[in-house]
């Protein structure tokens, strides 16, 4: 189908996006990568009468180190951030889940910020900023506010970004030495996950010292799984530790029923993935 018509903006500073968007209110969508947002306009699930194109703006783009933190601008492409050594090195769940995200033609469009933004439950990247406590940094008239990830992803495709603010960064906190690793079911290569789980462990002379677990698609957000991450403090990071802390990972969620699989073979599959997930990051 073909999208309703609508105006194309493409401000060069974040200041000009934002009074576009106080301008046009309600009627405006921002895009960064177009990547869902253009089939959404296609399938007319949306008809705004002006979309605000971010992609002239640098400001938006690019990795840097800041201290305890890598921050990732909102339109660095996913080709970026996979590719990345600060993130490799301080970030390396993101660098994990980057390798299973769609294709390459879509990785080198979409963006880190657009996909958050988008807050898609299967989309691959909530879980993980989710396990590494990221912060997101937000724009709006009245300046920049910070909004922690356990705050940021409210509901289904529903985030704590307001309709007249853009999110410009997403702070990493470094996870130097932890051991990662990104777990994803999928039925045929480049799909959104049925489930997947993202692990970051830290491990001190054998045995589990932290553990953050992220869930993907066992929700309608993205899901810490904290029961696993308490049950996993202290024990020896083996096959025989990880077991019955890894059978905790459906307590507390609520995933869906489609064609890919109803959610008790979910809760089934979280288990799995997540005893994967943590021995695959504790190098067991
Ligand atoms: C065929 C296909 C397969 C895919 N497979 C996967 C997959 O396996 N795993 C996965 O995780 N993703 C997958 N994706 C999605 C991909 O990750 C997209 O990059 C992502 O969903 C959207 O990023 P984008 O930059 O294109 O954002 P857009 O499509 O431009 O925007 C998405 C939404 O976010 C809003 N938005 C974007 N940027 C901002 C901002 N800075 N501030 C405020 N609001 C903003 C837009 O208004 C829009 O509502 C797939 C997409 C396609 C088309």
Known sequence: MIPVQFDYLAPATVEEALSALAQHGDDAKIMAGGQSLLPVLRMRLNAPEMVIDLGKIESLRGIRDDGDAIVIGAMTPHVEVGSNDLVAEHAGLIAKAMEHLADAQIRHRGTFGGALAHADPAGDLGAPTLALGAQFVIAGSGGSR???????????FETAIGEDEILTEVRIPKHTGWGSH????????????????????????????????????????PLRARSVEEALAGQPATADGVRAAAEKAADGTNPPSDLNGDADYRRHLAGVLTRRAVLAAAGA
């Open 182 to 221: 990104y777990e994803k079911f999928v039925r045929v290569a480049h799909q959104w996950p049925i489930v997947a789980v993202a692990a970051a462990v830290r491990v001190d002379g054998g045995t589990i010292a932290e553990a953050r677990v992220g869930l993907t698609n066992m929700g309608s957000t």
């Open 146 to 156: 910070t909004v922690e990830a356990d705050d940021f992803f409210v509901d289904l």
